[in-house]
């Protein structure tokens, strides 16, 4: 603090306190972390925290907001939208994983923390999710439509269901690898849910679903 | 209550209680729901809840486990032991779907509620679902043997992986059937899975991996 901290510009000092905010959040809990804590971890006095981001609750909602765009981010700048579909798949599959297994701390707050301490943050990360849902969802439709399977065609609410059930597995799989009881790596993580999800789709874009009566 | 309610035995009385705190639960959360609704909800006086069941944590704690146990219970008895492993898969998601769907009280205090308040609640959620992670590996497991994919083995900790993706995928169609946003039911949530699971699994067990380079 003092002189030379007044000389860092304030976009800076806010995200050094987002940095300090995250990383206290996701190893102590919302409710246990203290404003002193993340003061202290972020170099500045905890007025300064109050000036900038106004309350615990406002900086939580920082921390939500900001890893929530930025995994929201990593994935999109991660797919390859002029490649095949299933590459497409593939390359947005390793970027989810290789972001969260980089950002474990922002994954614990979205994940644990946020939805642990409820309404109103618990709102947010179901608005990130939904976003999510809905980019996979544009990707397997524009799949199905590359495949042209009009026979069969796959129904709108099925696609939805897909996503859905996509981003389940991707998060289960990334929730198990931050827990740290298995070592997989992104690219391992992203492979499993290839082989479990693509050739499935693939099958169904074919116009062979599985059927309980086969 | 009064000369009433003393011949109703103590095992009823306390389902009678569990059944009450698994609504109100589920219908106002953890911290809202009030003991006086509980047993009014219940039909029984307040002393009585707690007499039998000591505390609203321990009430909690109770309807926690009583909804896991039904819910690991309904999936274990769905399941057809004796069928085909795409057959056994397809038994056991539409036992998970159909309990869901048929107790979303439940599902509601275990996937919301119950994560939501935090430890140690959690930790009882985190148990059952490592429960099911652990089962389901065993019909992955199982069904990879009976293929006898020797080569390209699925190795142990692609299985474990396989299962987390699962019931990662399955938790998320489940919430989203639940959460009102998509009348599915719990066939159809199966068939989706089934189809985006099974035909993936299968090409897998026949040593067909996907990759990223093809």
Same mark, same amino acid.
């Given at each position: ?7 860092? #510009? ?20 919302? /409710?246990? $972390? ?12 905890? #007025? ?16 939500? /907001?900001?890893?929530?765009? $930025? ?5 999109? &700048? ?7 579909? %299933? ?16 950002? #474990? ?23 990130? /999710? ?14 199905? /439509?590359?495949?042209?399977?009009? %026979? ?44 479990? &999800? ?13 059927? #309980?009566?086969?």
């Amino acid at each position: 603090m003092g002189a030379q901290g007044k000389r860092v #510009p304030r976009a800076v000092r806010e995200q050094q306190m987002l940095d300090a905010a995250v990383a206290t959040f996701a190893r102590r809990g919302y /409710r246990a $972390a203290s404003m002193d804590e993340i003061a202290e971890a972020a170099g500045v006095s905890k #007025p300064l925290v109050y000036l900038y981001l106004h309350s615990k609750d406002d900086l939580f909602t920082a921390c939500i /907001r900001r890893e929530a765009a $930025a995994l929201k981010a990593a994935v999109r &700048a991660a797919v390859e939208l002029d490649g095949p579909a %299933d590459r497409q798949l593939w390359s947005g599959l390793l970027g989810f994983f290789e972001h969260t297994a980089a950002h #474990p701390d922002g994954w614990t707050v979205l994940y644990s923390q946020a939805r642990t301490v409820g309404e109103p943050f618990a709102d947010e990360v179901a608005a990130m /999710r939904a976003e999510i849902v809905e980019f996979v969802r544009g990707l397997i439709a524009a799949a199905a /439509r590359d495949a042209d399977c009009d %026979d069969g065609d796959l129904a709108e609410r099925e696609v939805a269901a897909l996503a859905h059930a996509l981003v389940g597995a991707a998060e289960s799989l990334a929730g198990r690898a931050l827990g740290g009881t298995a070592a997989s790596s992104g690219r391992e993580n992203a492979a499993t849910l290839m082989n479990f &999800a693509w050739s499935g789709l693939a099958n169904l874009m074919d116009g062979r679903p599985w059927t #309980p009566s086969r």
